[in-house]
């Protein structure tokens, strides 16, 4: 028993106090709905498939149904309950909920229950289910700080728990809360001097108004906005490679700034390619929900994916505009909701038609995407697509003039086989000499010292065993076709023979030989291709034509040589004139022949892949099964780039074409683009999937949202628009209320329903659920105006109020979910960030652009990226891209910038609309020891040291203002001033390490100031960007 | 205690040490309080404590090491032996076996599915007689002190999800892992090192190595304070452990003590409980700066104990260099450490690679046991060894005696577990003769998780955290303790 007097101890003081006393009125919503869901509803709700004893306690009809001569619950009466007979039971075969359910009802609860039913048991829907109305303002003793409506009903509920709000805080301190909570930056002196010198009533008023013009408002708000729409800049998932969809952030920057209405912020996100002739910004509004973790991992099943986004994106969309869990129901019927699982499907089923194809590729853009030029590149684009064109119509009009035909192909029959000579007196273009002596192997020798059999000269060798001269790498080779042959000519000195002449033709491989006497060159294999004997030494003392049958060289036709080899054995050599005897033309003759350079082509995979693919794949096709339009294409691209004759008409235009083409995709590839969403055009099948798995299709079904929120209007379209334009109606009892309590959740810390992701029965019940309904009306009626909304509660007294805890309330309002005192907590992780480069001086204000990667301790990325991902290896951006706002930093989902995830930023691999808030020793760490941190303690330094004023105390007093806005008293400055003096000391007598600590970082170091100094001034300003009010909105 | 004490107990404590966000809602709340040995909230807890007062089992490991091997190691070429295969090599594996079962878009193209016996010869080791593979002589000096499930078995077939399923128990990411839940149900028993700490190992196979992800080691929707730790062999051990250049450990306590000073003027001008807590979090931070460097410095540990790891011990960043640290942290009651590593995802060249991998852990890791047994550690500390699921019987790709791959098979793999809490030498679970089928004592991964958190004295079932209207647990709805492996 005592345990159990524990309990209700416990909670009662958890409770709303209002029910602690005995006779206060119940209310079924807040104090008896949770206790069902939590309980009962498991077995006895909304599932069919887990319900027990066909009895549901989460309708009304169920609760109070006939179950032969007995109801569940009978009004007025529990004793005549059996819902509460059984959960007083002693018996365990009866008692409710039953002892192996791991569940369990405390006394409290069960008096609750008790007093409930015995109070008439009023039975109301969940609440957050019906249309919020406006509720009448209380009436409330005007206080000193009484301002506008929604103090009223703080007000009302403080007055009865016995607390007096708080007196309005500091003007300091009140413009650093607002600045940071609109702009997400701390305020600048000059700012806290005009607004400290301003003593007009609307003085406040006027800075709200100030900061929410501000561009830094919509960075700001984005930044929460982006966690709930899980942006990212990986795909998240597997290589988790670079994504391009930051023009989806910049989207929604602007969106803020320019105070878009929230149904149209929502409904361009949703549907923004559903809507009439959609222009670009409201394409690249759909990015929110193309932002999801995609995968394109070896292996995986595309279907199991296409299936997994689009349940991700009816998460998100439940979560971010219903605060509905609908996730709950993939696999079965909501526990605690009414979603049934068919309903869940029917959400699906908006999602379900994506033209996506389930792999991302690892691309930066997986289709459906948009590109984005600017004006000029859309201007530049158009104008060189243009000049291509007229360039194009040119070379076509010449073309159509020309009526070629292959010379080859131009006699009857098998053409006649003709002489090419390849070299004579000198080497073919492009050939690299090599040999004995190298690049000097050829010696050319002229008459009449020497034979010469043709033109001027002559290649010589005089040669001690084996010794040759050869070349390599001629561009137009000789191209062997059937039954080829290849020849040179030779004289051998009849004084000095050799033993042994071969020839080597290289087609890639010098496997390809012929000889001529002895066998002593030991190359290749004898009696193969490699190595032919093809006849005795030729006769001395007279040129002789040596000829070499191709194929007995393993030439086969088609293959192309380009080097070509002389080589002897002893003795002394005259060779002159070699080339080919063949039906197919060469040299130039060749490229006049569409039929030798098909020939060509086909020996060269390097040449053929360099074609255009329309080409490639014309080539593909066997000769004779051309059509007229492929031979056309193929013949005019010979003419008009490969064919001798047409080259100086073609040649400049090719050239200039191509230019141009380079042009444009250089221009192309700089062009951003984003991903957006687009329906595939066969809308695709939807089923109830069985347990949640790809692969088991249950039954079909067809769009449609929940029944037990508002219907869709009657002929609504089948897609996502519809579904969009549902959410943003005024009668739907969810999207304002979540909305504005996200906003609350903003400024105060907690919002009205601490659950800000669940507003079903198993979330909290509200704080203040008048004033939740107030503001939702009150937002909707105003146009959804999220600036107004904001200026209402930042101009509250509630808001105003001064942050500091009395005993009093630390007793009875511990987490302030009262309002009995202005919200308090640690600033998140951008916040602290972006506070400490506006605090140096750093702080780039460049509004929008591509993620920037700044400082990141080395091996962060490596330590878990897939070896060939392209974000494996981390490199740091330099100059300002190191010191934009936190909100641009570059997102890598599977290993999130440390410094930001150590202050409790989400992975953004799946939708967060409420961080954690720890407080951690590695979060010291970081302020204390982060190049990031430190470098703008130094440029604080400086600042400081500069702008300060001379004396130390001076220079505190700055510091201190700079950092919390405030003046410090005396007490604080005597303790930074120590701090100061015996850094200073310490640094005089090390000097080494006051310029190792002023170096840190990336910005140079100020010339001008003495290093001791700007060392001790820096490790003063660590210390104050590391105060808790410094990381605190206070 | 008296209960009206402990009841103003708690509130001051929930007022000293409040604020953590936590989604417990009114309803929630009283069903916490009806569970004995769990705290009312999370926000109730000091730091670094768990959310249980004390375990709801008998606590048969205080700790937790798990060697991970990521990729997916070969159960065919390394623990279930399955002689018979030899004689099916290169044929096709019967769709008698198979059963129409989804396969990876890497195979499932192929034409055939050619067995590949493996290579390796096996023996069986000890007392118990557990079948090891020859690629694993040293671990085999000590297959009496470990036991085998053979069943393992995941519906994942893909690194990204399977991975993320054995971590956190679901395919997805979001969810917290094993170590956060650890951390969070359990708490830290080190006032200078951090409850979960990760290490990242080099590897050997001559290969792609696939992506590990932070949510492997994350907290989910549990307070991010549970996260693993990194531990890294270059630059500081922990993330922005070291102070600036410049600045001395004797500077840095100056600023710390006047910073503590400020701030609890600031504490008394506004009375928040959360600068304490804040205060205390700084005076962490500075004694983790000198408790982690002397844990990373193996200097003063003797040539004999080095020798137990292996040549590479003395390289930072190898697996034979974690397992010291992790034996090291353990000794200092870090609650879990995770070593990870990469390399076992064997495609192709499975033989060339897995002999190249297992020279990377064999050593090291019996070294761990005999080092943990030796100074009476594995008695309280569980050991827990594998991958996210096994390989195929039927090779991917070339297939010839000496050279084949395998491809991923979430329907049956081997994991091995030992010290606290473990029965010794036993082999549970049993494939068919294609080790491709689960024929005895099926062991689902949230299995295996269940008996992870019974060892260290936590019933799956109950270690709880309400998040969007649920409560959440490690093991989902799922999950039986594998009583046949239990001491």
């Known amino acids: 028993m005592q345990r159990n007097f524990t309990h209700v101890l416990l909670f009662l003081g958890a409770l709303p106090t209002s029910v602690a006393s005995a006779e206060a009125p119940i209310d079924f919503n807040r104090d008896i709905r949770p206790i069902l869901s939590n309980t009962c509803f498991h077995c006895h709700g909304m599932d069919e498939a887990t319900r027990e004893a066909d009895l549901r306690l989460d309708t009304k009809e169920g609760a109070f149904a006939d179950l032969g001569g007995y109801h569940p619950i009978v009004s007025g009466k529990s004793d005549k309950s059996e819902l509460f007979r059984r959960i007083v039971s002693a018996d365990d075969s009866e008692k409710m909920p039953p002892p192996d359910s791991g569940k369990e009802l405390s006394d409290a609860q069960i008096e609750l229950i008790r007093r409930w039913i015995d109070q008439g048991a009023p039975w109301k829907g969940h609440w957050s289910f019906e249309a919020p109305k406006r509720p009448t303002v209380p009436e409330v003793k005007p206080t000193a700080t009484s301002g506008n409506a929604i103090d009223r ?72 906005w982006l966690d709930a729409a899980r942006y990212g800049d990986t795909h998240g998932l597997h290589l988790d490679n670079e994504r391009s969809i930051w023009p989806y952030r910049e989207w929604v920057i602007k969106a803020f700034n320019n105070n878009m209405p929230f149904d149209q912020f929502t409904v361009e996100q949703l549907a923004g390619d559903l809507l009439f002739k959609p222009n670009r910004d409201q394409m690249i509004a759909t990015g ?69 194809p389930a792999m991302d590729r690892n691309k930066p853009l997986p289709p459906p995407t948009l590109m984005l030029p600017t004006p000029d590149q859309q201007e530049a684009v158009e104008r060189y697509k243009r000049q291509i064109a007229l360039l194009d119509k040119a070379i076509d009009a010449e073309l159509a003039s020309i009526d070629y035909s292959d010379p080859a192909e131009l006699v009857a029959g098998e053409p006649e086989p003709r002489e090419y000579v390849w070299f004579d007196d000198s080497l073919p273009e492009g050939a690299k000499p090599l040999g004995n002596e190298n690049e000097k192997s050829w010696r050319f020798v002229g008459g009449p010292k020497y034979p010469v059999y043709c033109g001027k000269s002559v290649a010589t060798r005089k040669a001690k065993s084996r010794s040759q001269h050869y070349f390599q790498g001629v561009e137009k080779g000789l191209l062997i076709g059937e039954s080829d042959k290849l020849f040179i000519h030779v004289y051998l000195d ?8 071969m020839l080597q033709f290289n087609d890639g491989t010098w496997e390809h030989r012929a000889y001529w006497g002895e ?117 005019n691209y010979f003419i008009a780039h490969v064919h001798p004759d047409y080259r100086d008409f073609f040649g400049p235009l090719a050239k200039q074409s191509k230019e141009i083409a380079s042009r444009l995709d250089s221009l192309e590839k700089s062009i951003p683009g984003s991903l957006v969403m687009k329906e595939a055009p066969t809308p695709r099948d939807a089923f109830v999937l069985i347990r949640g798995e790809y692969d088991k299709h249950g039954e079909k079904v067809s769009h449609g949202v929940p029944a037990a929120l508002p219907p869709l209007p009657e002929h609504a379209p089948k897609n996502r628009l519809a579904l969009a334009r549902w959410l943003v109606d005024p009668s739907h009892p969810l999207t304002a209320r979540v909305t504005v309590n996200r906003y609350w959740q903003h400024l105060f810390g907690t919002g009205i329903v601490k ?84 605090l140096s001086g750093l702080m780039i204000d460049r509004v929008g652009g591509p993620s920037v990667k700044p400082y990141q301790p080395s091996g962060v990325w490596k330590a878990v990226g897939y070896t060939s991902s392209n974000t494996a290896v981390f490199k740091q951006d330099k100059g300002d891209a190191v010191y934009r706002r936190s909100l641009y930093t570059f997102w890598k989902r599977t290993a999130p910038p440390p410094s930001m995830a150590t202050f409790d930023a989400p992975t953004r691999e799946s939708c967060t609309v409420r961080r954690s808030r720890t407080n951690t020793p590695l979060q010291a760490l970081v302020l204390l020891n982060d190049v990031q941190f430190v470098e703008a303690a130094r440029n604080m330094a400086y600042r400081v040291m500069v702008e300060g ?63 001791a100094e700007l060392a001790a001034w820096t490790t003063v300003s660590n210390l104050i960007l590391n105060l808790d009010e410094t990381i605190t909105k206070g | 205690m008296d209960p009206i004490q402990e009841f103003q107990h708690l509130q001051t404590r929930r007022h000293f040490f409040g604020k953590t966000a936590t989604g417990i809602g009114v309803a929630a709340l009283a069903s916490l309080l009806d569970r004995d040995g769990a705290r009312v909230t999370a926000a109730e807890t000091k730091p670094g404590e768990g959310v249980l007062t004390k375990p709801h089992l008998p606590q048969k490991a205080k700790r937790v090491i798990y060697l991970f091997m990521s990729g997916g190691p070969s159960q065919l070429d390394l623990f279930d032996y399955k002689p018979t295969m030899k004689e099916w090599f290169d044929k096709d594996l019967p769709e008698s076996v198979r059963m129409g079962q989804r396969l990876t878009t890497m195979t499932s193209g192929q034409k055939r599915f050619p067995i590949a016996p493996s290579m390796f010869k096996f023996k069986q080791q000890g007392q118990s007689g557990a079948w090891i593979s020859e690629l694993l002589p040293n671990f085999a000096t000590v297959a009496d002190d470990v036991s085998f ?4 078995h995941t519906e994942a077939i893909n690194h990204d999800p399977a991975i993320t399923y054995i971590q956190t128990g679901h395919q997805q990411p979001g969810r917290p892992s094993l170590g956060a839940w650890l951390s969070y149900g359990l708490g830290r028993m080190n006032d200078s090192l951090p409850a979960f700490v990760v290490l990242h190992s080099s590897w050997s196979a001559r290969r792609d190595a696939q992506a590990l992800y932070s949510r492997l080691w994350g907290t989910g929707f549990l307070p991010s304070v549970h996260a693993g730790v990194s531990l890294r062999s270059k630059g500081d051990p922990v993330l922005y452990l070291s102070n600036p250049p410049g600045v001395s450990r004797k500077s840095r306590r100056n600023v710390l003590d006047a910073l503590a000073q400020l701030n609890r003027k600031q504490e008394e001008a506004f009375g928040d409980p959360e600068i304490n807590t804040r205060i205390q979090q700084y005076e962490m931070a500075y004694r983790m700066q000198a408790s982690v460097p002397d844990l990373v410095d193996i200097s003063g540990e003797s040539s004999k104990v080095r020798d137990l790891y292996g040549p590479e011990v003395t390289t930072p960043g190898t697996f034979a260099a974690n397992c010291l640290l992790a034996r090291r942290m353990i000794e200092r009651d870090v609650r879990c450490v995770q070593i990870f590593h990469r390399g076992w995802d ?126 959440f647990r490690l093991t989902d709805v799922h999950g039986h303790v594998v009583n046949e492996v239990l001491a």
């Open chain 1, 153 to 224: 009903f703080i007000h009302e509920r403080l007055a009865s728990e016995g607390l007096e709000p708080a007196e309005e805080a500091t003007k300091e301190a009140l413009l650093r809360r607002a600045t940071f909570d609109l702009t997400g930056l701390p305020p600048t002196i000059e700012e806290i001097d005009r607004f400290l010198a301003d003593d007009s009533p609307d003085a406040y008023e006027k800075a709200v108004d100030r900061l929410l013009e501000s561009p830094r408002y919509g960075e700001h708000m984005a930044r929460y």
């Open chain 1, 288 to 356: 929110f929900n193309r932002c999801n973790v995609t995968t394109s991992e070896g292996g995986a099943i595309a279907e199991e994916f296409r299936v997994r986004y689009a349940i991700d994106r009816v998460e998100t969309t439940g979560t971010v505009f219903m605060g509905l869990t609908v996730g709950c129901a993939v696999c079965h019927d909501h526990k605690y909701d009414p979603i049934s699982q068919k309903e869940f499907y029917q959400l699906f089923a908006y999602f379900n038609n994506l033209a996506e």
């Open chain 1, 494 to 501: 009849p004084q000095d023979p050799p033993r042994q002449v």
């Open chain 1, 519 to 635: 066998d002593l060159i030991e190359w290749g294999e004898a009696g193969t291709v490699s190595r032919h004997h093809a006849g005795p030494l030729p006769k001395q003392g007279e040129w002789v034509r040596l000829e070499v049958d191709a194929r007995t060289v393993g030439l086969k036709p088609g293959t192309i040589i380009n080097g070509w080899a002389c080589t002897q054995f002893d003795g002394t050599v005259h060779w002159d004139k070699a080339g080919i005897v063949s039906a197919i033309p060469q040299g130039e003759e060749q490229l006049a022949s569409l039929a030798a350079w098909e020939k060509v082509l086909k020996g060269d995979k390097k040449k053929l892949a360099a074609l255009p693919k329309d080409l490639q794949n014309v080539l593909k096709v066997a000769k004779e099964k051309r059509s007229d339009a492929q031979k056309k294409t193929l013949t």
């Open chain 1, 755 to 838: 659950t800000s992701e669940d507003f079903g029965s198993q979330g909290e019940w509200p704080s203040h659920p008048e004033l939740l309904d107030w503001l939702a009306v009150e937002f909707v009626e105003s146009g959804w105006d999220v600036k107004q909304l904001l200026k209402l509660i930042v101009t509250s007294s509630t808001y105003r109020q001064s942050s500091r805890i009395t005993p009093e309330k630390l007793e009875k309002d511990p987490d302030n979910r009262l309002l009995s005192r202005g919200p308090r907590f640690r600033l998140d992780a951008e916040m602290i960030r972006d506070q400490a480069l506006a």
């Open chain 1, 949 to 1011: 004023g001379d004396s130390p105390d001076e220079r505190i007093v700055h510091a201190f203002r700079l950092a919390t806005g405030r003046r410090p008293d005396e007490s604080e400055v005597k303790l930074l001033r120590q701090a100061y003096e015996s850094q200073l000391a310490d640094y005089r007598s090390n000097p080494a390490s006051a310029e190792s600590l002023t170096k840190v970082g990336d910005s140079p170091r100020p010339t001008d100031v003495d290093v």
């Open chain 2, 149 to 152: 499930i053979k069943s393992v």
């Open chain 2, 346 to 471: 064997q495609h192709g060249a499975l033989p060339r690679d897995i002999r190249l991998q297992t020279r990377d852990i064999d050593r090291p890791m019996t070294g761990l046991i005999k080092d943990l047994k030796s100074r009476g550690l594995l008695e309280d500390t569980l050991v827990v060894w594998g991958g996210e699921f096994g390989r195929t019987i039927y090779s991917q790709g070339t297939l010839t005696k000496s050279n084949y791959g395998r491809d991923h098979h979430p329907r049956c793999y081997t994991m091995w577990m030992a010290g606290g809490g473990i029965k010794p030498g036993v082999t549970h679970g049993k494939t068919d003769e294609f080790s491709y089928n689960v024929v005895e004592n099926p062991v689902h991964i949230h299995d295996l998780n269940a008996t992870i958190l019974h060892c260290l004295g936590i019933d799956h079932e109950r270690l709880t955290y309400r998040f969007q209207g649920r409560d």
